[in-house]
T-cell receptor, first 115, second 111 residues
Framework: GAVVSQHPSRVICKSGTSVKIECRSL??????MFWYRQFPKQSLMLMAT?????????EQGVEKDKFLINHASLTLSTLTVTSAHPEDSSFYIC???????????FGSGTRLTVV | TQLLEQSPQFLSIQEGENLTVYCNSS?????LQWYRQEPGEGPVLLVT?????EVKKLKRLTFQFGDARKDSSLHITAAQPGDTGLYLC???????????FGQGTTLQVKP
């Protein structure tokens, strides 16, 4: 079945630094990738949608200059949290959908802690 | 406003009891999905319901899609501690291809 690899699974960074999270589709071409954010005991909130080779579309209230998304290839999308603050601490999850995989395959998530 | 209203949001029951989780919307969906998520992991797809009135069974889990394709339910029979987790319903918003989640139901099954 379709597999999406997300890395790193956990990261701790200092306030003011930037952190990059990678999301890779291992066995299919991901034409669209989605990035979600999840706070403890809450549901997944869609942050942005990225299509390969084009700019990401951000949901209302999500700062595009803070959460930089790059989807330069059909197998890789990255989310960079810039100038991280403690309130950015959260669980970030990617999901991918492609030409041959019409469902939504999720990565295993990244726990970001900003200290 | 939440596109998908999920209830209850928290549920704590004893092993062996039955439970039902509801997912309601004022919008029509071409399909709805149910996921289960363990702490620190991504959600795992349980089922996709497509046809209005459809009923799907997965062992002790029964999923139903409303006739009007605006709501769905998940029923668990004889719950076990291993059923503990976060259950999420999700649907695609309009023609956007964006998968939107309900608030989730945190289920705790006590032995």
């Amino acid at each position: 079945g379709a597999v999406v690899s997300q890395h790193p699974s956990r990261v701790i960074c200092k306030s003011g630094t930037s952190v990059k999270i990678e999301c890779r589709s291992l066995d299919f071409q991901a034409t669209t990738m989605f990035w979600y954010r999840q706070f403890p005991k809450q549901s997944l909130m869609l942050m942005a949608t990225s299509n390969e080779g084009s700019k990401a579309t951000y949901e209302q209230g999500v700062e595009k200059d803070k959460f930089l998304i790059n989807h330069a290839s059909l197998t890789l999308s990255t989310l960079t949290v810039t100038s991280a603050h403690p309130e950015d601490s959260s669980f970030y999850i990617c999901s991918a959908s492609g030409r041959t995989n019409y469902g939504y395959t999720f990565g295993s998530g990244t726990r970001l802690t900003v200290v | 406003t939440q596109l998908l209203e999920q209830s209850p949001q928290f549920l704590s029951i004893q092993e062996g009891e039955n439970l039902t989780v509801y997912c309601n919307s004022s919008s029509v969906f071409s399909s709805l999905q149910w996921y289960r998520q363990e702490p620190g992991e991504g959600p795992v797809l349980l089922v996709t319901v497509v046809t209005g009135g459809e009923v799907k069974k997965l062992k002790r889990l029964t999923f139903q899609f409303g006739d009007a394709r605006k709501d769905s339910s998940l029923h668990i029979t004889a719950a076990q501690p291993g059923d503990t987790g976060l259950y999420l319903c999700a649907g695609v918003r309009g023609n956007t291809g964006k998968l939107i989640f309900g608030q989730g139901t945190t289920l705790q099954v006590k032995p």
